[in-house]
T-cell receptor
């Protein structure tokens, strides 16, 4: 069964450093997403991406965040200058266009980001 | 997006059927009802989706009454591995964001 993969599984960085989280969505999917989950809290939407551009973003996704699909397979989330409160599990997800409305998104295993 | 309300936690024993009910009084005509499961330190996993009446797959059943203001996820004969958080989501936009609530933390005991 095809799956979404994410690397690294765990990233430790110092405050102020830039990090890039990488995702390989399922190959025939066209919609891509990033979510985050702070420890003990609910999953929060960050951004959705379709047709090589951001289709929607949350208020969390401020200027320090950016997303890119640099080639036909990778989807990345960059955090320019990390803050302590960016420590969280970051999930990538993808979905395919369907015949009708669908909320079936496939999530990766996540990258645990720890900012010290 | 319609707001959802579901119990914070539930306990069950192995082999029992578990029913988790979600209220969504403000559901819109084009909204679908979707349930996700999340194990600790893993990404959410799609379980089932429905619009009305009953939907069944190999994992669960979803019961939706005629007024669609609530839905019930039914897990038959749960096992310890079904211990997880279960989220009810309501919406209808293809390619749209998922808005997760706190979910229902199901604990299955031996």
């Amino acid at each position: 069964e095809p799956e979404v993969t994410q690397t690294p599984s765990h990233q430790v960085t110092q405050m102020g450093q830039e990090v890039i989280l990488r995702c390989v969505p399922i190959s025939n999917h066209l919609y891509f997403y990033w979510y985050r989950q702070i420890l003990g809290q609910k999953v929060e939407f960050l951004v959705s991406f379709y047709n090589n551009e951001i289709s929607e973003k949350s208020e969390i996704f401020d200027d320090q965040f950016s997303v890119e699909r640099p080639d036909g397979s990778n989807f990345t989330l960059k955090i320019r200058s990390t803050k302590l409160e960016d420590s969280a599990m970051y999930f990538c997800a993808s979905s395919e266009p369907g015949q009708g409305a669908s909320y079936e998104q496939y999530f990766g295993p996540g990258t645990r980001l720890t900012v010290t | 997006l319609a707001k959802t309300t579901q119990p914070i936690s539930m306990d069950s024993y192995e082999g029992q059927e578990v029913n988790i009910t979600c209220s969504h009084n403000n559901i819109a005509t084009n909204d679908y009802i979707t349930w996700y499961q999340q194990f600790p330190s893993q990404g959410p996993r799609f379980i089932i989706q429905g619009y009305k009446t009953k939907v069944t797959n190999e994992v669960a059943s979803l019961f939706i009454p005629a007024d669609r203001k609530s839905s019930t996820l039914s897990l038959p004969r749960v096992s310890l591995s079904d211990t997880a958080v279960y989220y009810c989501l309501v919406g209808g936009n293809q390619g749209g964001k998922l808005i997760f609530g706190q979910g229902t933390e199901l604990s299955v005991k031996p």
